[in-house]
Each structure stands twice: as structure tokens, then as C-alpha cells.
């Protein structure tokens, strides 16, 4: 083999090599940073959700509280995995991480107890960083 041969070989397995360890680094560079940490409340009366829409940025730890103030509801992002049951009058608080692309997802109650259940919409809005 001539050396430069030897050459372009190491120069191709180097970029190969940059390839595959460059998205590597990236992620857990990003992964070392702290989530930022993104607070709401919802409350939810005479079937629908107040606010109706929240923002938060790609990879935020989102801390929901969502209240009931007459009747049980639930809350659900299909995309996050994330249904919860909220008992009449009650309060339950719960996190996630808004770890899926920038986009709208909406959320909504899932209960079928009441037709009215079914109107009951909102949207995240994640946003890229």
C-alpha cells in the first residue's frame, strides 16, 4: 500500500469516526445542562381548560398542576404519555419532559361520563431552543 493510500484511508475512517461519535457528544453536552423548569397552573370548570394554551421550550421539565373546580375531569398529551384523572373539586400536580420536537400537541379530557368532556381542548406549544 502506498502512503498515499494509507492517506485517504485514515482521512475516511476519520470523518466516519466524526460521524458517528459528533451526535454522541452533542447529546450529552446537552444533556449536562439543566432542564429549564416550566411551572403552570389549569384549572378546569364548566368543561373547559383555562388557560386553553402553554408554552415551553424543547426538553423544558414541565410541572402541571391542574385543578378541578366543580366536577372530575382528566388531562391527557397523547404524545407525552401523560392521562391523569382529576377528582371533583380536587388537585393533582405531576411533571414531564417536553422532550419531543417543536410542534403544537393538544391536550384534552378523555372522560366520557359527560358529552361535554369532548370539547374540552387545549394546546402545548413546544418551541424550538
Excluded: C, W
Excluded at 11 to 18: D, G, I
Excluded at 48 to 68: A, C, M, Q, W
Excluded at 100 to 118: E, F, L
Amino acid at each position: 500500500m502506498t502512503r498515499t493510500r494509507r492517506s485517504i484511508g485514515f482521512v475516511l475512517m476519520s470523518a466516519a469516526a466524526t460521524l458517528v461519535i459528533a451526535p454522541a457528544v452533542a447529546r450529552l453536552l446537552a444533556q449536562e445542562s439543566p432542564p429549564n423548569r416550566r411551572e403552570f397552573t389549569i384549572n378546569a370548570r364548566d368543561y373547559h381548560f383555562n388557560p386553553g394554551r402553554i408554552e415551553v421550550t424543547v426538553d423544558d421539565l414541565v410541572k402541571l398542576t391542574v385543578r378541578s373546580e366543580d366536577v372530575a375531569y382528566s388531562f391527557t398529551i397523547d404524545q407525552f404519555r401523560v392521562s391523569k384523572r382529576i377528582p371533583a373539586g380536587g388537585t393533582v400536580t405531576f411533571e414531564f419532559r417536553a422532550d419531543r420536537g417543536p410542534g403544537t400537541y393538544s391536550y384534552y379530557s378523555n372522560m366520557t361520563s359527560d358529552p361535554r368532556h369532548a370539547g374540552m381542548k387545549g394546546e402545548l406549544v413546544v418551541k424550538a431552543r
